[in-house]
């Protein structure tokens, strides 16, 4: 008990103590404070060094005047969901609203849309240009509502691209026309319940009835039903039909046909079951729904025909006999959904950049020294690692995304392989770079980031579906892997120069790196590209000697091939890299402006610095010793700080209207005001 007693009176002592102390203290030290303020950036900033407009044009590419005319569209009118806040107007959805509110205005978006001429064209129209309109056009889409963007995605890419490209005449001619001015909504039945990736799996099954001269399609167990099929569940009238063709009871793999799910009242074809897959973490403006088919019966003209066909008595017609071939020859355009996903996925990290960067240059947290102003976001070094990184990919990848537009738009039969390889490592690593720069935002702008109408956040959700859709990314990057391993194979059976996928740096030898690297070594383009190269060639001939030990073993190639899936990874992201550094070098190459130039150099710099510091291939393969590997870090330091003048002019520089952004991007003082509560 004495002790009880002994401590209440030193802590009753020591409460006293410190309450006078804190008293004197406070009434010498305590000064009152003005209220906070904000100060736009582009008053506080330095003047911009570069001209944003030429930035701005070359980062978009083409269709820069198509593109300001549809993001004026959007803004004017209230179908896109103007709001003021801070004495700004933004236009963003309204993710509060139900499941089936956001799928119902996503349709009278697209109304809209369809009744100002935005879709002209984009069946219909032949050559170059009208490919490239289409393409600028629905990256605009995808700036303002990623469901909006998947909606009619489906609808031009997947529904009308299966036609364009499966079908011949008879159906260009019956379906085209009609799907370009939305007479019917098609939506693309390819995933199954039990299926995803493997295509050449799926269970759906669709024989031939010479009598009746029809197909008809089965569903004929549970895992063969078709799920998450985007416009199913409430809108879509068509769909085009993923499903293993059997004639005569010989399986002749999988073919595509045109079915009618919905007459012109809405109501669910005879056969056909239909429902909702249910609320998402994200795109739930768009209706994913499953179907079954119970013996649906339709034309033999809806066979989509340009690689195979069934003649009116039966007999199974195809000009490429061999079925792998024939399977490739049938999946081979099917790139447009890759091309556009990675693209999208760049265009939504610049949303972020502009929003966390502009934030990062108006909010102040903490002082350095007494009495002095608290210290911006963006001049704490940590805060500039955080998000200068990012930004210098986001850049670079943008000149791959525009490389991969223009390959798909200028694809001949040559580059049918190519375009596949490409487009599955460029949307696999622009995907994943896209969500760890949502998240890295998101944390950056602290709990305004958790605020819907700030985006970043909500991005997250939306967004996330692009590392599974159209070919899960680590599939995707084994496909990569393989198409590279099958190169080295041939040059070497062959003893000829590799001559495809960019790898006709391997007919030189291999590249030296300098044992003891600087500054100026790590900043100099001719080493960027050779320590690229180096890890690229490495890991090639180190996947294909561990792939042939394993076959030597009695494994089969494909099992040697999962067995070697480290350096499968390894190595596709080492053909992602290289090919990503060459599309800025080129880009690089095109611009005689030296500000530009300049800029361009120092992110390419940040670029090669920051995967040299985060890929640990570098270090486990001995590419970088550990010495070398510590100075690129300290230049990745060195670069944020010569990178961080120019912060404001880059993201300016995305072209993004200031109401496709957030409140935090510009006064988040008036937009949390109390007259705005």
Known sequence: MEKVNFRTQVLTRHLQDNHRAATTVAASSITPSPCLSYMPPEVSEQPFSFDVSSMRKLMDDHNVQDRDWLFNLMIQSKLFNPKLRGGKVFVVPDYNQSMEQQREITMKRIQYLLDHGVFEGWLTAKGFEAEMRKLALLEVIEIFDHSLAVKIGVHFFLWGGAIQFFGTK??????????????????????????????????????????????????????????????????????????????????????????????????????????????????????????????????????????????????????????????????????????????????????????????????????????????????????????????????????????????????????????????????????????????????????????TENRIGQLKGEYDVQLTFEGDNNVLMQQVSKALLGEYVAAKRRNKPFRELGLEHMNKSSPTIPSQLTASTIRCSQFQNDIFCLRERDLLNRFASEVSRYQAHGESKESAFIASYQLAEDLGRAFADRAILRTFIEAENNIIDAPLKNVLSLLRSMYIAVTLDEDAAFLRYGYLTLENAATVRKEVANLCTEIRPHALALVSSFGIPDAFLSPIAFDWVAANSWSTA
Not at 388 to 407: C, D, E, R
Not at 408 to 426: C, D, E, G, M, N
């Open 170 to 451: 008879r159906h260009h001619d019956k379906w085209l026309s009609a799907t370009e001015n939305y007479l019917i909504k098609g939506c693309f039945a390819m995933t199954e319940l039990g299926h995803g990736s493997n295509v050449r799996g799926i269970e759906t099954v669709t024989t031939y009835d010479s009598k009746s001269g029809e197909f008809v399609i089965n569903t004929p167990c549970e895992s063969a039903q078709k799920y998450w099929i985007g416009g199913a569940a409430n809108h879509a009238t068509h769909t085009i039909v993923f499903s293993q063709l059997n004639i005569d009871g010989k399986n002749e793999g999988v073919h595509a046909f045109i079915t009618q799910i919905r007459d012109e009242d809405g109501n669910i074809c005879p056969n056909i079951r239909i429902t909702d897959c249910g609320h998402k973490i994200g795109l739930n403006g768009v209706d994913n729904g499953q179907i079954w088919f119970d013996n649906v019966r339709i034309p033999r003209e809806n066979l989509l025909n340009s690689v195979a066909d069934v003649s009116p008595d039966g007999k199974y017609l195809s000009a490429i006999k061999d079925p792998d071939q024939r399977f490739g020859a049938f999946m081979a355009p099917l790139t447009s959904g890759r091309v556009t996903i990675a693209v999208s996925a760049i265009y939504s990290a610049k949303i972020s950049l502009a929003i966390a960067i502009r934030y990062s240059l108006t909010r102040r947290a903490f002082s350095v020294a007494p009495n002095s102003a608290e210290v911006l976001l963006l001049d704490y070094p940590s805060h500039q690692r955080r998000l200068l990184p990012l930004l210098a990919k986001t850049y670079a990848m943008s000149f791959a995304a525009n490389h991969l537009k223009l390959l798909y738009a200028k694809r001949t039969p040559q580059l049918i392989k190519t375009i596949h390889v490409v487009s599955s490592a460029f949307k696999a690593i622009l995907t994943w770079h896209n969500m760890r720069t949502l998240q890295e935002c998101r944390e950056a702008c602290g709990g305004q980031g958790l605020k």
